[in-house]
Structure formats: C-alpha cells, structure tokens
C-alpha cells in the first residue's frame, strides 16, 4: 500500500483516493443531473468514519482504558469497517423510510460512479496506467450514458457496468478483496432502496411519497 505525506500527517493512498472520490462523484452527479447531491451523502460518509473509527474502543477497550490517545492513531480495523457498514446500511433506509430525500432516485446512480471513479483515482495513485486507462473509459462511458438517460436508468444496465467494473479489477487484483465485498455490499443497498422507491411509487399510482 502506498502512502502520502500532507505536512506532517501521512495518509494511505486508498484512503486519499476516498476522499477524492466523494468530492469528484459529488460534482459529476451534478454534471449529469443538474442538481445537488442530498445531505445524506455526506451524512452517510461522516457516519461510516466515526462508526470505523470509535469502534476501536469497542475492539480494544483496555488499550484505550491504558491509552486514550490511542484513538486518534488506530481504528477498528476490518471488524470496525464492516460494523461501520452494517451502521450506514441502517441509515439508508432510515432516510428512504422518512421519505424526506430522493434517495432511490440517487442511490444506484451513485454506487457506479462512485466505484469506478474510486478505481481510477486509486490506481492513479498507485501509478498502474492500464488499471488507470481501462476505469477512466469505462467512467467517462458511464457519465456519457447518464447524461442522456437522466429520468431512468435500468437495472440491467446497473448490474451490466457493475459486472464490467469487476472484470476490468479482475485483471490486477482479487475480485474477493475487503475493497470489492465493500462495493458489493453497497451495490446491494442500493438497489433495495432503488426497487423499494418503485414500489411506493408505483402503489401509490405513480405519485412518490414525502
């Protein structure tokens, strides 16, 4: 894994290319649809890293009872990503179920760009240029059909991309790594909340609920 140096904190490439990523899916989302991304974006990020990074406590209560300090340099490791996960999944569709945020309009469109555009800036990083070349088409193909299909993208079309993202990793990494169950994971969310969204649309004869 490589690193970078930002003053005096380093920080591991994946998680710079994360938080390039947020920045980079928010503006592409309101290139292709014209409007701003909902707070639950952010929230949802803001969520996953305190649940990631306090559960350290819950994982290593002694050495944080024997260092308290140690929190600002450990986190929960895989056990904490996962319970971080399990947490944002709950959040998701506590904000579909309030119905105050289009989420199931969003949450699939989303998923895509933010894993493709998550590839392509981490293999940038890690300066592997077919990895590099591969996922940037496959980003600016996916952008190109979002802009002209902006009312309805579908669930073959999602699953297509995702798959193709997939074989695109398979040839420089394992396909069964923590980073793609991650995206898997959300890919899954995602597309409840997007099928639970058409189903309150639909039962309410084509009105969506507030």
């Known amino acids: 894994m490589s690193y970078f140096t930002i003053g005096s904190l380093t920080i591991p490439a994946i998680w710079l290319a994360v938080l390039l990523t947020l920045f980079i899916t928010s503006l592409l989302y309101r290139f292709v649809s014209g409007r701003k991304l909902d707070d639950w974006y952010w929230n949802g990020f803001f969520l996953y890293f305190l649940v990631w990074k306090l559960s350290y406590i819950l994982f290593h209560f002694d050495m944080f009872l024997d260092i308290p300090l140690s929190i600002a340099y450990f986190n929960g490791g895989i056990k904490g990503h996962f319970l971080a996960l399990v ?21 699939t469109m989303l998923v895509l760009l933010f894993f493709i555009g998550f590839e392509t800036i981490h293999y940038a990083l890690e300066t592997n240029v077919p990895a590099v070349l591969l996922n940037l088409l496959l980003l600016i193909g996916y952008v190109v059909l979002l802009k002209g299909n902006k009312q309805s993208f579908s669930t073959q079309l999602f699953f297509f991309i995702f798959l193709l993202e997939l074989f695109i990793i398979s040839f420089f990494q394992s396909i069964l790594s923590i980073e793609i169950l991650t995206f898997s994971w959300l890919a899954v969310i995602a597309y409840t909340l997007s099928i639970r969204g058409r189903s309150n649309y639909n039962s309410l004869g084509g009105e969506e609920r507030e």
Do not use: C, G, N
Not at 91 to 97: A, C, D, R, T
């Open 87 to 107: 947490s944002l999944s709950i959040y998701l569709f506590y904000i579909s179920e309030k119905k105050r945020q289009p989420i199931h309009r969003q949450a």
